[in-house]
Every structure is written in structure tokens, then in C-alpha cells.
């Protein structure tokens, strides 16, 4: 859809539904329905989170946590965003989670869903900024004789979030035209990669992507070249290190919250977003499956890919792939790895916008602002930044034993966010036909179709904990217990009594006047 299919009455009545819930027209509509889906599909990036995890696949479970577990692992996140899709097309408002756990719920409900996904987004775009770090140097970092150490490191970050953050500070219509950009050019890449792959294979033993093997527990090859370090998995089962595997699809097809976040800066939100969401989800999977298949294809041999634990992407292209040839498809996947931090910055920004609009956080009245020349929450955006650097600064200096404090939060922020996405579609379960939830979006899987998937989100859910918190990931038990303490102290002890959430019922009619004056504020014309 382009913008010359968004007519007045189009805007007439998106204005309508974001008024409805309370809200005003701050934000501006300049994202279309490919920029919708351009922004989730640039968040997942197969080229990120599916090469720099690789190795939970190949020093795992061998080919087939590829040719049997990707397609599983995307069928998970699938189901959560089939269910997602149907609360956002009745409720496109930005930080939809946050307002919808509330609606569909309470208030208590909305703040808890807010936390997880606020925390959850944060670290992970300092998780997805560090894997372009690391991508950069296992791909340049020769050439420029970089070395790994913490001020480099963070150095680089700073650059990175820096320009991501001032790209989304001048506008929603800059942001939509890079990610949209990206969006082709994950598909170009991805494709590229799959050709190169598929044309240098020594042969074609399609049987590995179905063969089990059980790598765990076996070490890796460390920096002087001697197979002495650690392994990716701990010694398990064959069953265990096979299900493990999964979180490889299941924590790259992830982010697809962002089209709901940026609902009020899309045209046709109510029928854009659920579209935005699930096309995402989709295309990521099948691009992604015919690329990492290709990849296990080009492989000499998997016992050797397993050997190199999470080098092997950068193995393999150097023993296979032309030098030049190999150069231009890491400069084009740098590329779409920097603009998926650049997306992410998006949704961040929108989220902390969205829980200040509600007086949900400190200085709300400063992260909420909206810029009037570039109608953008800027004060929120760079303090999403910020606090992704902060946060992998901190976490880097600090380690228990033996591991860094990083490692271990990084292995509880897709936990953080998926338990976000769950509890208001396990609300929106009981909350279907009441006075709740009376009235569905344009965009409806009818009763029973939503009730089935949110079931199967809740199972999937329980899933993901599970095997997100298995060694050498344990300590993300802790931390997420002690996150839900912590949160229901400061509920209980603060703000049960001082965080009223969202408009709602006969709140909305009573914002009249402020929505009037917060348009006329950023110049927003009806």
C-alpha cells in the first residue's frame, strides 16, 4: 500500500481509533504497510541473530537443528504472533503491549508487561549491537588490526547506538525509508548467501539437515588453535541438546513487537500491523531456512563445523568462499545488522514513549515530549540508547565465577520478552466476549482460532523458559525470579497506589482537551 492509498477518510478514522483509546495524534503516520512489516522483518534479521548464534545449531544437535529444528523453532514464535496479531488490529495503539496487558487485564497486568518488555527490548539491543561488534571483527577486524577489549568494545558501541539513535531522532520518514531498505536488502543478502553457499558446496549430502548428532560437551577450538575451549553445550541427551537447538530459530524470529509499537505512525494501522506481524514472522522463516540449509550444505564437514564453536560462520566462508566474494557479503551483512540496531532503537523509543504518556517512569514528562519538527520522542530515544550501552558497559565489567554478567542477562532478555508477548494474550484468552473485550479489529480470527493459538502460546511459553534457563544459561533462573520480586515489591510498596495506567472507560472522554492541545502542540492537522 502507498501513501497515495491513504486517503483523508483513512486518516479520519485512524485518528479516530487512536482517539478512542485515550490518545493523541503526537506521532505522524508516515510508515506505510511495507514499512510496517520492513521494520519487525528488520528487527529479526536472519542475518543477525541466525549467523552469530549458529553455533547452537552445529556444535549442537549437527544438521538437523537446522533442517528440522529451524522450521520448529519458527513455528513457536509463529504462534505467539498469530495471537499478537489479533489483539493489535482491535488495540493499534504504540507500546501496544504495555496498553493492552492493561486493558485486557488491569493496571498491575499493564505495568508488569511494560517492565518485561521495556527491559527485554533494551538489553537486547545492546545484545544485538554487540553481535555487529563481534560480526565486524571476525569480518574486519584483521585488516584494521583491531583487537577485542572493553574500551573498543564499548567504543564502538557508542558509535553504533550513536547513529542508529540520531537517525530515529530526525524522523519516523528517514527511519521508514532505511528500513525499508533494509527489508529488500535482508532479502537480496540472504538469497546472495544461499547462491554463494549452494555453489561452492563440495557436495550436495542433503541427508545431513536430517541427521542427528550430539556435539555438547565437546570443546571447542580456542584462539591459539588448540581444541581447548569451552563447548557451546555442556555434556546432555541427544533429546536435550536437540531441544536447545531451537532456541537458535526461536530467539532470532523475535521483534516482530515492533510493528505493533510503531502502530501510530502506521497507515491503516488496525488493518497494517496484524499484516506487519505475521508477514515478518513468515518471510523470515522461509529465507531463513533455505539460507542455513545452504550453509550446512557448504560445510566440509560438520564434525569440523562443531569444532569451531562459534567461529564457525567465519570457518566456513574462509575455507570455502572467494576472499573478495566473502568481503562483499560481510560489508552486506554489517550493513543489515547495523540497521537492525537502527530498528530496534525504534521500537525502544516507542515503548518508553507509550509508559511515559502514562506516567509509568521516571521524568515522564520529558521522555514523553514529542520533537514538533521532527515528530519524534526524542528525549525517549536517546535514553533507550543510552541505557543499551550502560547497560552492556556495566554487565561487561561484573562477572560471577567465571562468566560476565553480560552473558548472563543477554540469556534472560528473549525469556523477558516473550513473557511479555504472553501475558496479554493469556488475557486476552479470558478476556475474549466480555466487557473487556467486546469489540474485534477488522483484522479477526473469529473465537476459536484465537482461543487455539493463545493456548498454544502459553505452552510455547512454557517451553522457551524451560529451556532458556538449562546450563550454561542456569543463572538466568535467578535473575528472572528475582526480577518478579523485585517488581512486586515496588508494585505493591509504590505504585499500585500512584500508577493509574491507560485512559480507560470513562477516562478517555475526559482527555478531550489535552488531546486537542498535545496535536496542536506538535502541529498535527486533522
Known sequence: ?????????????????????????????????????????????????????????????????????????????????????????????????????????????????????????????????????????????????????????????????????????????????????????????????????????????????????????????????????????????????FLLGLLLPIYTITGYDASAHTSEETVKAAHSVPRGMISSVLWSAVFGYIMLCSFVLMLPSMDAAAAQGWNVFFWAMGEQVNPLVKDILYFLIFICQFLCGLATVTSVSRMIFAFARDKGLPASSVLSKVSPKYRTPVAATWTGAILSVLFVWGSSLVSIGDTPVYTIVVSCTVIFLFFSFAIPIALGLFAWGTPKWNKMGPWNLGEGLFKLFAVLSILAMALIFILGIQPPNEWALYITVGFLIVTAIVWFGFERRRFQGPPIGDAVAKRAADIAAAEKAVGERS
Open 1 to 241: 500500500m502507498t501513501h497515495q492509498d491513504y486517503t483523508d477518510v483513512d486518516k479520519s478514522e485512524d485518528v479516530k481509533a487512536l482517539h478512542g483509546m485515550g490518545y493523541a495524534q503526537e506521532l505522524e503516520r508516515r510508515m506505510s504497510r511495507f514499512s510496517n512489516f520492513a521494520i519487525s522483518f528488520s528487527i529479526i534479521c536472519i542475518l543477525s541473530g541466525g549467523i552469530n548464534s549458529l553455533a547452537q545449531a552445529t556444535s549442537g544437535a549437527g544438521g538437523a537443528a537446522i533442517g528440522i529444528g529451524w522450521p520448529l523453532g519458527c513455528l513457536v514464535s509463529a504462534v505467539f504472533a498469530i495471537a499478537m496479531a489479533q489483539i493489535s488490529s482491535a488495540y493499534p495503539t504504540a507500546g501496544g503491549l504495555y496498553h493492552w496487558g492493561s486493558i485486557l487485564g488491569n493496571r498491575g497486568t499493564g505495568w508488569l508487561t511494560a517492565w518485561f518488555n521495556l527491559l527485554g527490548l533494551i538489553t537486547v539491543l545492546g545484545a544485538i549491537n554487540v553481535g555487529t561488534y563481534y560480526f565486524f571483527v571476525g569480518a574486519f577486524g584483521g585488516y584494521l588490526g583491531m583487537e577485542d577489549t572493553t574500551t573498543v568494545r564499548i567504543l564502538f558501541l557508542v558509535v553504533l547506538t550513536g547513529i542508529q539513535a540520531l537517525i530515529n531522532h530526525m524522523g519516523i520518514g528517514l527511519t521508514a525509508k532505511l528500513t525499508d531498505f533494509s527489508g529488500y536488502l535482508i532479502f537480496v543478502t540472504a538469497i546472495a548467501l544461499s547462491v554463494v553457499c549452494l555453489s561452492v558446496a563440495d557436495t550436495y549430502d542433503f541427508a545431513r539437515l536430517f541427521t542427528f548428532a550430539n556435539y555438547s560437551g565437546q570443546p571447542t577450538m580456542a584462539a591459539d588453535g588448540s581444541l581447548t575451549g569451552a563447548s557451546v553445550w555442556p555434556s546432555l541427551s541427544q533429546s536435550w541438546v
